[in-house]
């Protein structure tokens, strides 16, 4: 019975990551050190899911298609992703592969510059593939 009342004390204490704000516009590029390369490889699933009617975000151009997804990302008192939001674009599929693969970069090394515990920084993935 003790043990049950201690979690369920540590679960009323812990708070939930807060939401981005409304206007993206006011937060800070995440400050990567180096430009983050896509490849085809990143854009294979995004692809996938297009071609299966699962998504038409994806603009074709005379080059091929593009899909970009915004990303919100909340850093810990550690400078480690807390939270990380896509803005939604219709495929949630595709939204939680972008926010999967930001949480990935920063936890594996991608550099990034200095950033502040606590705050919202903002970021883009583009995928683009040929026709």
């Given at each position: 019975?003790?043990?049950?009342?201690?979690?369920?004390?540590?679960?009323?204490?812990?708070?939930?990551?807060?939401?981005?704000?409304?206007d993206?516009?006011?937060?800070?590029?995440?400050?990567?050190?180096?430009?983050?390369?896509?490849?085809?490889?990143?854009?294979?699933?995004?692809?996938?899911?297009?071609?299966?009617?699962?998504?038409?975000?994806?603009?074709?151009?005379?080059?091929?298609?593009?899909?970009?997804?915004?990303?919100?990302?909340?850093?810990?008192?550690?400078?480690?992703?807390?939270?990380?939001?896509?803005?939604?674009?219709?495929?949630?599929?595709?939204?939680q592969?972008?926010?999967?693969?930001?949480?990935?970069?920063?936890?594996?090394?991608?550099?990034?510059?200095?950033?502040?515990?606590?705050?919202?920084?903002?970021?883009?993935?583009?995928?683009?593939?040929?026709?």
């Open positions: 019975m003790m043990i049950a009342w201690f979690l369920a004390a540590q679960l009323a204490v812990a708070s939930p990551a807060p939401m981005p704000p409304q993206w516009s006011t937060l800070r590029p995440l400050p990567f050190a180096r430009a983050v390369d896509d490849g085809l490889t990143l854009s294979a699933f995004v692809r996938s899911e297009v071609q299966a009617g699962r998504c038409t975000a994806a603009i074709q151009t005379a080059a091929g298609w593009t899909l970009k997804v915004d990303l919100a990302v909340l850093f810990s008192a550690a400078s480690q992703p807390r939270r990380i939001v896509p803005r939604a674009i219709g495929c949630p599929s595709v939204e592969y972008s926010a999967g693969l930001v949480s990935s970069m920063m936890r594996n090394g991608t550099p990034v510059g200095t950033v502040d515990p606590g705050n919202w920084y903002r970021t883009s993935l583009t995928f683009s593939w040929p026709q």
